[in-house]
């Protein structure tokens, strides 16, 4: 069972009775598996190249405040070891977790058999990896839960001691043993001989209790494990098999929302989550490509490009990477592709195509393409000779996730493409009539020129009457500002007033409509609470805005952070940032169009046909670069032709045998 096991990096640490380390060892590679012994009860089994230590596991602390970097502590107070795992896809770590967590819960609710039941049983020792995860276990440990918390509270002394006396004499009626489970209980181990609990380790104060890991409901927990569409699936598939791969698919159809669970599923040690542009490596949560390569802008010759990627951080950094990711792809030149597939190879003394990092490529070349100087040559990456060597796999997605409306879908796949029939240009045309102001939250207006950006927000955060407030970004390392602001979505410095139209820039709750490019207006200020402001959005939440995070890995692999309220004033955004997002309500003026792609991207921001207004639409706005529909094209006959006679039907190269061979 995939979620029962775990391949990682793992260091054992032996405590002392004081909690202290006295020895630990790291090994790389160690297996972990969660099973059951003869009696049923769980058992934590880790493989090491020629041996194998099991451990029964009746209590567990868990710290796992950097699941998210791959990283996690499980603590055996019991057997006074603490595993350290790291390097470890997040989300199989944290579905590992949930499975050990969850398990034990179960078990602790039936109770375990005492040394003396287990020594008259007269079993045979086995061991059998857990089973599955379901519905009905997270229930039973939901449950076991609720009713520990009331049996806690209801024990509870009026007047609360101060250490475990109180809670060492609870006794529960039925059971032979139960470790008492649930909220602050799950930081007690119980000795053998009773149901006298202690506290384990006081001095581990940020152990996650057992309540926080599983306090998703179990509905909730198993949903976000089957999200993926079966296409969405296949593409993942494919990456665990180490293909490399390109996938493609119109606006919308869930790209950067795979690749976050792509990410989620490969060892983040050798892992690097880039994009072409700071706005889409946000999105990912990864960097722009050309802060991963090191290479400056990447215009020098190629060999200074290899002098710069030589420095030792940049090349540790290359060295490290077994998986580069890569969003928004089409907005990467084709020559900096094969200078990047140049340097790779110098830089890992490596013959392999892209010196054997698997490469894991996504966009719509139908999008905006490389930005070039004015007399430039554009050359779009596919047409690159590192694209053809590398490039093993090209899927499609094709279930828009973004709008619902099946007509307005149809229209933006005609733009795509570059069309624009009567009636798409009539639909379109007739949305500069749309009212699609609510509750005081205005348009955002798409602008194609950077500058009127600027002018707008400037100028409309002037009219409104009222002090404005300044709120000021901490980053973590100074001197480093301008750099973040081309990374990070939020400004150094950001200025609100009551009225100001803002845009929410990281997913809060998205449960709650709270996601990223959620449109709102500040209402208010919490003056109880530091002044944040209070935000009231489209989707009818009013919300106080806290301060977020934002950890950008920089070339050489030193991590900021920038702190800073996750708004942004939202009058207008140029069409180039706004590649990648979802808008709720999106006004946009098309007739200084200057790219191909531009107003597809404009316009399929927009979650609806509704929410959309195009102020002066006419079908000049509408163009596609012939050389990336005849890209399309062919790669359309492939699919048409493997349609009928190969399996994946959504695979439209073959595997490129020779960079298959060499991996
Ligand atoms: N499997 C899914 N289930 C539910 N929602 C999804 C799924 N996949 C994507 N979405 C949602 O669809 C919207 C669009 O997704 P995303 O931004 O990843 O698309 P994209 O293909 O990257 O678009 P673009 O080309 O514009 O960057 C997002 O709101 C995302 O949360
Ligand atoms: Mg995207």
């Known amino acids: 069972m995939e979620n029962a096991c775990l391949c990682c990096t793992v260091c054992i640490e032996e405590l002392s009775s004081t909690g202290n380390v006295v020895r630990k060892v790291q090994h790389r590679n160690l297996t972990l598996t969660i099973g059951r012994d003869e009696f049923k009860e769980m058992q934590l089994k880790i493989t090491f190249p020629k041996k194998e230590s099991k451990y029964l596991v009746k209590e567990l602390l868990i710290h796992k405040k950097f699941v998210k970097d791959g990283k996690a502590t499980v603590k055996l107070p019991d057997h006074k070891v603490q595993l350290m795992l790291s390097n470890c896809p997040p989300d199989k770590l944290m579905m590992f977790l949930k499975t050990l967590q969850t398990k034990l819960d179960c078990l602790k609710d039936k109770g375990f058999l005492s040394q003396r039941q287990k020594l008259f049983s007269g079993k045979h020792r086995e061991f059998e990896e857990i089973s599955p995860l379901t519905l009905k276990d997270l229930q039973t440990a939901h449950n076991a839960k609720v009713k520990a918390t009331q049996k806690s509270k209801l024990a509870m002394p009026s007047k609360p001691s101060s250490s475990s006396s109180s809670l060492s004499t609870a ?155 890569i969003d928004e792809v089409s907005m990467v030149d084709g020559e900096l592709f094969d200078k990047l597939e140049n340097v790779a190879r110098v830089i ?21 393409p490389p930005v070039t100087r004015p007399g430039e040559i554009r050359r779009f990456c596919f047409q690159s000779e590192a694209w053809q060597k590398c490039l093993e796999t090209t899927m499609q997605l094709t279930d828009v996730k973004r709008q619902a409306d099946k007509s307005f879908i149809n229209i933006l796949q005609y733009v795509r493409k570059g069309m624009c029939p009567d009636f798409v240009s009539d639909t379109l045309q007739a949305t500069k009539h749309h009212i699609i102001e609510k509750d005081g939250v205005v348009a955002t207006r798409l602008c194609t020129h950077k500058v009127d950006v600027e002018e707008i927000n400037v100028s409309s955060l002037k009219e409104l009457q009222g002090e404005s407030r300044k709120f000021a970004a901490t980053d973590s390392e100074e001197g480093y500002a301008l750099h973040l602001n081309t990374l990070c979505p939020v400004p150094a410095s950001l200025e609100l007033k009551i009225g100001a139209q803002v845009m929410l820039c990281k997913n809060l709750d998205v449960q709650r409509g709270l996601v990223n490019g959620a449109r709102g207006v500040v209402t208010s200020y919490d003056t ?36 800073q309220v996750p708004l942004k004033l939202a009058w207008a955004i140029s069409i180039h940032k706004s590649q990648g997002m979802t808008l709720d309500c999106v006004e946009m003026s098309l007739s200084r169009v200057f790219e191909t792609g531009q107003a597809y991207v404009a316009l399929s921001r927009a979650k609806s046909l509704e929410g959309l207004r195009v102020l002066d639409f006419s079908n000049s706005c509408v163009r596609a670069d012939p050389r990336v529909l005849s ?24 595997p490129n045998p020779s960079a298959m061979a060499k991996r």
């Open 171 to 325: 006794s529960i009626a039925g059971k032979k043993r139960t470790s008492d489970q649930g909220g602050h209980l799950s930081s007690l181990s119980q000795k053998e001989n009773g149901d006298k609990r202690q506290k384990v380790s006081p001095g581990v104060p940020k152990f996650m209790t057992m309540s926080k890991i599983n306090g998703i409901s179990p509905s909730k927990v198993l949903a976000k494990s089957v999200m993926l569409t079966p296409e969405q699936n296949q593409v993942l598939e494919m990456v665990k098999k180490g293909r490399s791969i390109f996938f493609t698919g119109s606006a919308g159809t869930g790209k950067s929302f795979l690749l976050k669970r792509i990410i989620g599923a490969l060892p983040p040690n050798h892992t690097f989550a880039t994009a072409s542009t700071g706005v889409a490596a946000c999105h990912i949560g990864g960097t722009t490509l050309h802060s991963f390569a090191g290479i400056g802008s990447g215009k020098a010759p190629l060999q200074q490009c290899i002098e710069l990627a030589s420095r030792q951080r940049v090349a540790q950094q290359w060295r490290a990477c077994k998986h580069l990711i």
């Open 348 to 368: 890992r003394k490596s013959d392999q195509p892209f010196g054997g990092i698997q490469l894991i490529l996504c966009g719509d070349f139908l999008q905006l």
């Open 631 to 654: 890209f399309y094209n062919r790669l359309d006959l492939r699919h048409r032709m493997m349609h009928n006679g190969i399996e994946d039907e959504n695979e439209i190269f073959r």
């Open 528 to 563: 109880k609470n530091h002044g944040h402001p209070v935000v009231k959005f489209v989707c009818g939440v009013t919300e106080i805005i806290k301060p977020s995070r934002w950890v950008f890995r920089l070339s050489g692999g030193n991590t900021v952070v920038r702190r």
